[in-house]
């Protein structure tokens, strides 16, 4: 089982940049397709972004265009730049990942989440 480590959230003003790290750690991590969700308070999980093996994304509509995700096979870890930040995007980002070349908005269909990052935007 692919174990999950994001890094990188923190505050930052409306409009600014950050960006997210998920390291992963596990056999077969080319394998997998990665997604990045996150939780306001009060709200439900949300899908923001999916990553399969072969380079393939699928973003949330709120996010596209402002968002990017890639992947580093070699060293494991997916990243998350989030552009043009609203203070709507503020949330706790979660990692996760499923050993499956399909792409997935939905939390059941992923196997294994990270611990979750925090990330502030101020208005």
């Known amino acids: 089982q692919v174990q999950l480590v994001e890094s990188g959230g923190g505050l930052v003003q409306a409009g600014g940049s950050v960006r997210l790290s998920c390291a992963a750690s596990g056999r077969n991590f080319s394998q997998y397709t990665m997604g990045w969700f996150r939780q306001a308070p009060g709200k439900e999980r949300e899908f923001v972004v999916a990553?399969?093996?072969?380079?393939?994304?699928y973003y949330a509509d709120s996010v596209k265009g402002r968002f990017t995700i890639s992947r580093d096979t070699a060293k494991n870890t997916v990243f998350l730049q989030m552009n043009r930040l609203k203070p709507e995007d503020t949330a706790v980002y979660y990692c996760?990942?499923?050993?499956?070349?399909?792409?997935?908005?939905?939390?059941?269909?992923?196997?294994?989440w990270g611990q979750g990052t925090q990330v502030t935007v101020s208005s």
């Open positions: 990553i399969n093996w072969s380079g393939h994304t």
């Open positions: 996760a990942a499923v050993e499956s070349f399909a792409l997935s908005k939905i939390p059941a269909y992923y196997a294994a």
